[in-house]
């Protein structure tokens, strides 16, 4: 008998729920869909996926995008046995490289003195592979989004990232079933990242989208839901 787990779904940074719109709109017909935000103000990565946990069924499937990709590591940290599946796109396992903590904060300043729309305008290239192909309604919707949850969030945000833990001893302790997926074209966490993530965990499948940049979830989601999908029907036997 196939067990259908909650799907627990983690956004990025600066992000919600609006960047998972066509996953949720696609998986909550055949299961129950979380997509957590009552950690955005916790001070540490650490501190977030405790936060989650306390929020979270006692089994679940577990994906997390980006900064999310980094919280689902340290939930797997805190408590393995709570994750049945772990899935993580264009994440990484890595600390920050030299010199990235001052980007972050640079692109921190745009947002304070500017707005968070205009700090995400200036990196949209870095985001997605081809920015025209997508519709003006998603891109004003990012926008919003990021005007939405605010400079100060950007900041808090921005700092749990920089001190973030060095997750790649982790990886060849993770025993469930693994899903990696990268945009060929991705340079915040280039494909790179997630073929040390595939290599190092026991069994873990590894895809590259060939037409995306960071924000596959977004650029194809079609290609994103099939290849959950799957993974969850072979991860459920």
């Known amino acids: ?45 650490a ?37 049945a599946r772990l899935g993580l796109i264009s994440t990484s396992a890595r600390p920050d490289a030299p010199g990235a903590a001052k980007e ?13 729309a205009v700090a995400w305008r200036q990196k949209m290239g870095l985001s997605f592979y081809r920015p025209d192909r997508l519709s003006a309604e998603t891109l004003a919707d990012m926008e919003a989004m990021n005007d939405r949850l605010g400079a100060a969030l950007y900041r808090s945000q921005q700092e749990a990232i920089i001190a973030r833990n060095d997750s790649r001893p982790l990886l060849a302790k993770i025993r469930c079933p693994s899903l990696v997926i990268c945009g060929t074209h991705d340079q915040n966490t280039p494909p790179v990242c997630s073929w040390e993530i ?38 459920a036997d």
């Open 1 to 45: 008998m196939k067990e259908t787990l909650p799907l627990v779904l983690i956004p990025g940074l600066l992000a919600d729920e609006t960047t998972w719109r066509r996953q949720i709109e696609h998986f909550s017909r055949r299961c129950e869909v979380i997509t957590p935000r009552d950690h955005f103000g916790e001070p540490t990565i």
């Open 104 to 116: 972050r904060r640079d692109s921190v300043a745009i947002a304070e003195q500017q707005s968070p």
């Open 47 to 83: 501190k977030m996926a405790e936060r989650i946990l306390r929020q979270l069924p006692q089994r679940v499937a577990l994906v997390g995008w980006s900064m999310g990709g980094y919280i689902s590591l340290e939930i797997m940290r805190q408590a393995p046995e709570r994750v």
């Open 198 to 235: 595939a290599s190092a965990i026991k069994g873990a499948e590894l895809h590259l989208l060939a037409e995306c940049g960071h924000c596959s979830p977004i650029e194809d989601p079609a290609a994103v839901n099939a290849l959950l999908g799957a993974w969850l029907e072979r991860a």
